[in-house]
């Protein structure tokens, strides 16, 4: 196969050195290889020395002269897998992703890195087919800070040390002072200043030197503290140091008071040395280390638990070679190298099996020509698949609709809803016969019927979207139902529809949270974007807001959508105070140049699944006037990012716009619910469970 192993920089580190080594066993295998990367360095001199193909992109434009030469060299050397380290190379991996969907994606998280690199990972993370991890503990942070990835897209690979024998045997003669030692880069975060004031604690007659490898900025931080602790006499810097090996060989405690660590490569090359090891208690260390066998774990920013277990160290050589023993046979059975490098190959191999299809195919059902709530969550979900490399067509009932999934680039076939959706499935026999979709996604309670109907006579395998609190008999075919809230979850439950066969995966947008000034108020702008059907409440809460007008601030009310109510709307909003305060303006194809101009949301609705007519506004930091029923107060948040008020109760919703509107309250509602919607809107990781559901229902028997 072809491997292009992709890396910030060739300078020395963790990352740079698991480049090399896979890049020496994808030669060694008979694999084609190119190491790529933004900034050279002397692993990259290294490379080109042993006769690697080593291409430097540069950093020139905000790199997008070095975007341009990976999308040439991708071209050139047509990879089959690509496997990015650190946040810079994986950012335009993934993005060179939307152009070689073929490509398998690798992508090593080798720490915790940026708070910048956390909000784009966010985003991004679902882009990489595979991502690899040095130790449980930094999975588990990801999975709870980031993105919790679905079964199967994540492995845990320790990074391992190449197993060889000491190059001397170490003296453990009583008149030889025993050496502390510590190899790192001199950064706040590996906490070398503890090391020094832990020394600090031991005994003035205690024989015992400390050498500290490695070079950084806090370097002459770190000798002024060693000065003022009095011990530049008993201190040597090593520098930077080209072999660690020979380093270890030549100390005899190793010390990693780090104060957070992804897995600690060091340590592993301690304990291969045989060197006893006293180190933090963070991150995935103890994966590493076993307290009271190894060496010790101590308590991080605490010196005196290090500077305790030095002393039980320095002062018994006998437990020193008996630890650095454990270390090191622990070392040869779990942390080896090879076995590392192995599993990379074995992760590469399964990325090209022909378990996983080269191009899978998704046909979109939807029997509607709308563009409500529903029909926009099935364009989301067909643009993101078709992002992720997969084969997207459909069958729907007409425009606006086909015409925004033909901009998608979305094979459509369109025809009416007429004869209760006999023409409809006509035509989406037809669409199945000529696309061979691997299996369908249908939307709306006909669409459902419909494509269970053909999977009844041997069709593809069917998921179903439920957007709503519909009956259970339209879904009767279907393989697999996303409910798209827990409240719709619950509503087929309640129709005995077994539990195995829903899947809640709620509803969300695409789009980061929006920081706009609303216009100024009075007058209150109060916008209703929903269809003009009865359940959608518009006759009550207009009703009671014409009876109310004098208990209200100074507001108008616009009105966005269209459907069988408007003609009764449009007479009511002429009705007594409601006169020249309510505007119709039928569907609006861009909601957000209308958001901006608003205050608030209101959605009287009578029964709802999650609707986007909140979610939507809340990403511009618009408060809700909502009803609490179904899946709406999942979004809501009563008296925080907006108010809930039972369907019908006008007296509570005349209460719920006063609330809102107050002065002293608006802000904080605002605010709130704009971190709502950063908090709970994870559109990449509904696209990720959506996905995985797809992966299953490929499996299944057509």
């Known amino acids: 196969m072809n491997i292009l192993q992709l890396v910030n920089a060739l300078t020395w580190g963790g990352a740079q050195i698991l480049v090399a080594d896979l890049a020496r066993a994808a030669r060694s295998a008979g694999h084609a290889v190119v190491i790529a990367a933004f900034r050279d360095g002397p692993v990259g001199s290294q490379l080109r020395q042993e006769g690697f193909d080593v291409r430097i992109l540069g950093e020139e434009a905000f790199d997008l002269v070095a975007a341009w030469r990976l999308l040439r060299l991708w071209r050139e050397f047509r990879p089959d897998v690509i496997h990015s380290h650190l946040s810079r190379a994986t950012f335009w991996a993934r993005f060179l992703r939307h152009r070689a969907p073929q490509t398998a994606l690798v992508t090593t998280i080798h720490g915790f890195e940026s708070g910048s690199f956390h909000i784009v990972e966010k985003r991004m993370a679902s882009l990489s087919d595979h991502l690899v991890f040095p130790s449980a503990f930094l999975e588990h942070w990801y999975g709870t800070q980031i993105r919790n990835l679905p079964a199967g897209r994540s492995s845990v690979l320790y990074p391992g040390v190449e197993i060889t024998a000491p190059d001397a045997q170490r003296p453990n003669a009583p008149e030889c002072e025993p050496r502390i030692g510590t190899l790192s880069r001199l950064h706040r975060v590996k906490g070398v200043d503890i090391l020094l004031e832990a020394c600090a604690r031991l005994s003035a007659e205690q024989r015992f030197r400390i050498v500290i490898g490695g070079e950084g900025k806090e370097h002459d931080r770190l000798s002024a503290l060693a000065g003022r602790l009095g011990l530049s006499d008993r201190l040597e810097w090593a520098g930077p140091i080209a072999s660690p090996k020979a380093f270890l060989d030549k100390i005899d405690i190793f010390a990693a008071p780090s104060r957070e660590e992804a897995f600690g490569i060091t340590i592993c090359e301690a304990m291969e040395r045989g060197l006893p090891v006293v180190a933090s208690r963070v991150g995935g260390i103890p994966e590493i280390l076993r307290d009271g066998t190894d060496g010790f774990l101590?308590?991080?920013?605490?010196?005196?638990?290090?500077?305790?277990?030095?002393?039980?160290?320095?002062?018994?050589?006998?437990?020193?070679?008996?630890?650095?023993?454990?270390?090191?046979?622990?070392?040869?059975?779990?942390?080896?190298?090879?076995?590392?490098?192995?599993?990379?190959?074995?992760?590469?191999?399964?990325?090209?099996?022909?378990a996983r299809p080269a191009?899978?195919?998704?046909?979109?059902?939807?029997?509607?020509?709308?563009?409500?709530?529903?029909?926009?969550?099935?364009?989301?979900?067909?643009?993101?698949?078709?992002?992720?490399?997969?084969?997207?067509?459909?069958?729907?009932?007409?425009?606006?609709?086909?015409?925004?999934?033909?901009?998608?680039?979305?094979?459509?076939?369109?025809?009416?809803?007429?004869?209760?959706?006999?023409?409809?499935?006509?035509?989406?026999?037809?669409?199945?016969?000529?696309?061979?979709?691997?299996?369908?996604?249908?939307?709306?309670?006909?669409?459902?019927?419909?494509?269970?109907?053909?999977?009844?006579?041997?069709?593809?395998?069917?998921?179903?979207?439920?957007?709503?609190?519909?009956?259970?008999?339209?879904?009767?075919?279907?393989?697999?139902?996303?409910?798209?809230?827990?409240?719709?979850?619950?509503?087929?439950?309640?129709?005995?529809?077994?539990?195995?066969?829903?899947?809640?995966?709620?509803?969300?947008?695409?789009?980061?949270?929006?920081?706009?000034?609303?216009?100024?108020?009075?007058?209150?702008?109060?916008?209703?974007?929903?269809k003009l059907h009865a359940n959608k409440g518009h006759a009550w809460a207009l009703e009671a807001i014409e009876r109310h007008m004098a208990l209200l601030p100074d507001l108008r009310i616009e009105i966005f959508g269209d459907g069988p109510e408007r003609d009764a709307l449009q007479r009511l909003a002429e009705t007594g105070s409601l006169s020249g305060r309510v505007r119709l303006h039928g569907f609006q194809p861009d909601m957000d140049l209308w958001y901006p101009q608003l205050h608030a949301v209101l959605l009287p609705s009578l029964g709802e699944g999650i609707p986007l007519s909140l979610i939507e506004p809340m990403r511009w930091g618009i408060p809700c006037i909502a009803t609490d029923v179904g899946g709406i107060p999942e979004i809501v948040e009563d008296e925080v990012t907006g108010v809930l008020v039972k369907p019908g109760d006008g007296d509570a919703l005349i209460a719920g716009i006063n609330r809102v509107l107050s002065i002293p309250a608006y802000e904080g509602f605002r605010s709130a619910a704009r971190d709502r919607f950063r908090r709970i809107n994870d559109f990449d990781g509904m696209i990720d469970r959506f996905a995985s559901l797809c992966e299953t229902l490929q499996a299944l028997p057509s």
């Open 298 to 354: 101590v308590t991080p920013e605490r010196p005196e638990e290090l500077a305790a277990a030095l002393h039980r160290l320095l002062g018994n050589a006998g437990l020193r070679q008996a630890m650095g023993a454990a270390g090191n046979a622990r070392v040869r059975t779990e942390f080896r190298r090879d076995a590392c490098i192995s599993k990379h190959f074995d992760i590469y191999r399964s990325m090209l099996s022909p």
């Open 359 to 530: 191009a899978r195919r998704l046909h979109l059902a939807i029997s509607s020509n709308e563009l409500g709530g529903g029909e926009r969550m099935a364009l989301a979900v067909a643009g993101a698949m078709k992002r992720r490399g997969v084969e997207v067509t459909a069958t729907c009932a007409g425009q606006p609709l086909a015409g925004r999934l033909k901009t998608l680039g979305i094979p459509t076939s369109t025809v009416p809803m007429r004869a209760g959706g006999l023409f409809f499935g006509i035509r989406l026999a037809r669409d199945l016969f000529a696309h061979r979709p691997d299996l369908v996604n249908a939307h709306l309670n006909r669409a459902a019927l419909i494509s269970g109907f053909f999977r009844l006579l041997g069709g593809p395998p069917v998921v179903s979207h439920v957007h709503g609190l519909n009956r259970a008999i339209y879904y009767r075919w279907s393989d697999l139902l996303v409910a798209v809230s827990a409240s719709v979850g619950e509503h087929l439950r309640r129709q005995e529809i077994p539990v195995g066969r829903i899947a809640v995966i709620p509803n969300r947008i695409p789009g980061s949270p929006v920081v706009v000034q609303p216009p100024p108020a009075p007058p209150w702008i109060i916008g209703i974007p929903a």
